[in-house]
């Protein structure tokens, strides 16, 4: 009946992203291809544990084959290697929809960041992260994908050359796997060597070695079956017998990343709950981590077979560790939709959120250096753990390392901090923006500076929410520099000037008129104008009343459409400035009016802001050059 000749053969063409990605993987002069294979065996892998999962209510799926299985077949005469699972399978949608779209936004993203980089870098980010079944054409100038979808009576073949079209039809039982997925690599003339049973062995044992499905090799079309890979599950051994290239090799196969683990978590857990973890915290960033959809990558497994990727094992702010949790407490059946309900995993996700929190802990006191890295790396991350976590917040506080005016290089903990304190300082100061240098420049910092007082300086943007959620650390509250008033008086300046002595500068009456006479001029433009303790250098600078919010997170509000008004801003104007002064002595009405908007300005580029309206800000500046040109 069915034959394949007659069979209808649809041309399709490949989704833009695919075309894009599929041109960047023939181009690039990536040296190590070998990762090709791994991504194929993993899919593969993937494939029997879905199997494995949908048999434990479908048991007839597995037939007279119940035993998971992947075999690569080399064919040095034809050039062709072979790589055959008997898994789930791909129906005729399926392969549409898994061999001709993008799913994962991190691929998205990927490629962006491969565009963007400079020639030779870009060559080398594709072997940092995963790329799936497209990187088969890397080796390859046709691919052949033969797949018959398990308790299906259909098979289909997916055909390309990978230049921007594909073609799918369906195929001969007789030329199909009985169930699984079948991909033919016909091989560009310089990747011969994939059918060398030498090479391919040693790739796959490099780096497949613990996929938890045996894999077996056909030296070539008709030989014997060798088993390669004996499919044991890596965190059912116990640590003493795993090396450290054991791990990260696993590592590599569990995350999708090819770095080094940063730090590697194993551990059972038995008592009321018996489970074992495997985490690892990778060394460079994984490139989905700041986007809102992307979820954990952690495996949850039970008595070794694969349930699902979707469990929340871990709280968002650690959602950059990879690994897998296998359980003999769930049972089998369990609906994915019921794991989520589950109490066993609420304590699973507890014990596991613990234990990886004291490995980084553990770090943080044992390594400097490592832990520096992993903190550059994640520290912005785990920070949304202090508003989100309150049973951890503190421990998260003091894992927290920051960018201070006491140091360029180093980071500092609030330990650090506090240990440092002046004897009449009460708060913990702390300033946020999105640029480090940009914070160190600001007016804002001069008063503190001179006392030597120590600032936070807080770049990522997580820093606006915690602050205000972390009320306060060993006693000492969080106070924004930029928000009320400072209160510096009480603390001797460097230079040793005593707070008995007058530290509050002397505001003479001129001064004093002067003050009064912007607050006027400015109107409703801000909500006060007063005399500064902040300042030293600078003549002027924005702060936020002491109610509400601190000016940057009032920004990061309104940008986010979650606040409809800004409140006003208070103008502190140094009176020792020269400027100032000069201003208090006189000049004409006009004249000072002039000069007292284009000081808010000032202030509100200092901010970072741009001044409120450009054209009179243009024409108020022309007007005073002109004057002082004219004498
Ligand atoms: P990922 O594995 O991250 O999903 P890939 O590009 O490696 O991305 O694979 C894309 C999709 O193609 C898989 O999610 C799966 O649906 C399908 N697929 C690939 N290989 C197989 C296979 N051997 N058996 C079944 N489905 C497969
Ligand atoms: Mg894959």
């Known amino acids: 009946m069915s034959n394949a000749a007659e069979k209808p053969v649809e041309n399709h063409v490949f989704e833009a992203d695919v075309a894009r990605l599929l041109h960047l993987m023939v181009h690039s002069v990536y040296s190590d291809k070998d990762v090709f294979l791994r991504e194929l065996i993993s899919n593969a892998a993937d494939a029997c544990e879905k199997l494995r999962y949908e048999a434990i209510s479908a048991p007839e799926l597995l037939t007279d084959d119940p035993t998971p299985r992947i075999t690569l077949t080399l064919d040095a005469d034809d050039n062709r290697l072979i790589v055959e699972d008997n898994g789930i399978g791909m129906s005729r949608d399926d392969m549409i929809e898994a061999l001709g779209t993008i799913a994962r936004s991190g691929t998205r993203a990927f490629m962006e960041r491969v565009e963007a980089a400079k020639a030779g870098e870009g060559a080398q980010l594709i072997g940092q992260f995963g790329v799936g079944f497209y990187s088969a054409f890397m080796v390859a100038d046709k691919v052949d994908v033969v797949s018959r979808h398990a308790g299906s009576a259909h098979a289909f073949v997916w055909s390309s050359d990978g230049k921007g079209s594909y073609t799918v039809s369906e195929a001969d039982l007789a030329d199909a796997p009985a169930r699984g997925t079948r991909i033919t690599m016909h091989l560009m003339d310089d990747a011969k060597s ?101 979820k954990g990558r952690m495996k949850l497994y039970v008595k070794r077979v694969f349930i699902t990727d979707d469990a929340e094992l871990l709280p968002r702010y650690l959602r950059f560790v990879r690994g897998l949790v296998d359980t003999s407490d769930l049972p089998l059946n369990v609906s994915r939709e019921m794991i989520q309900e589950s109490p066993i995993l609420a304590a699973i996700r507890k014990g596991l959120t613990n234990r990886v929190l004291t490995a980084i802990e553990k770090l943080a006191d044992s390594d400097k250096d490592a832990f520096a890295k992993l903190w550059d790396a994640f520290g912005a991350v785990l920070k949304e753990g202090i508003y989100d976590d309150f049973e951890r917040r503190e421990q998260l506080i003091a894992l927290s390392r920051f960018r201070t005016t006491a140091s360029d290089e180093a980071t500092r903990s609030l330990a650090d901090y506090v240990k440092d304190m002046k004897d009449a300082q009460a708060a913990i100061y702390y300033l946020t923006g999105d640029n480090l240098d940009r914070l160190k420049a600001s007016p804002q910092l001069e008063g503190f500076r001179a006392r030597g007082i120590e600032v936070l300086l807080l770049t990522d943007s997580v820093d606006s929410f915690w602050v205000t959620a972390a009320p306060d650390f060993e006693g000492k509250p969080f106070k924004s520099i930029t928000q009320g008033s400072a209160d510096l008086t009480q603390v001797p300046t460097a230079d040793g000037e005593t707070p008995a002595a007058p530290a509050a500068p002397e505001t003479s009456e001129a001064v004093t008129d002067f003050i009064a006479f912007a607050k006027t001029a400015l109107g409703d433009a801000v909500s006060d104008v007063r005399a500064s303790d902040r300042l030293t250098e600078s003549a002027v600078c924005l702060v936020a009343p002491e109610q509400g919010y601190d000016r940057q997170l009032e920004k990061l509000l309104q940008g986010s459409g979650r606040l409809d008004m800004i409140a006003k801003p208070i103008l502190e104007i140094n009176p020792t400035h020269g400027l100032i002064s000069a201003l208090a002595a006189g000049g004409s009405d006009e004249f000072r009016t002039d000069a007292v908007q284009l000081l808010l300005d000032q202030a509100r580029v200092l901010d970072g802001d741009k001044p409120q309206d450009p054209r009179a800000f243009a024409e108020r500046l022309s007007r005073l050059f002109e004057r002082a040109l004219k004498g």
Do not use: C, N
């Not at 070695?209 to 088993?227: C, F, Q, T, W, Y």
């Not at 196969?253 to 915290?281: C, I, K, M, N, W």
């Open 194 to 294: 994939y059918t060398s049973k030498w090479s391919v062995e040693k790739i796959v044992k490099d780096q497949s070695g613990h996929v938890p499905v045996p894999i077996d090799l056909i030296e070539k079309p008709g030989a014997d079956a060798e088993r390669i890979g004996d499919g044991t599950a890596l965190w059912t051994k116990s640590r003493s017998e795993i090396t450290k290239e054991e791990y990260a090799d696993f590592y590599r196969g569990v995350s999708g990343q090819y770095d080094e683990p940063a730090l590697t978590v194993h551990f059972r857990a038995e008592g009321r709950h018996e489970y074992t973890g495997l985490a690892f915290v990778p060394e460079s960033k994984p490139m989905d981590m700041f986007d809102p959809s992307a």
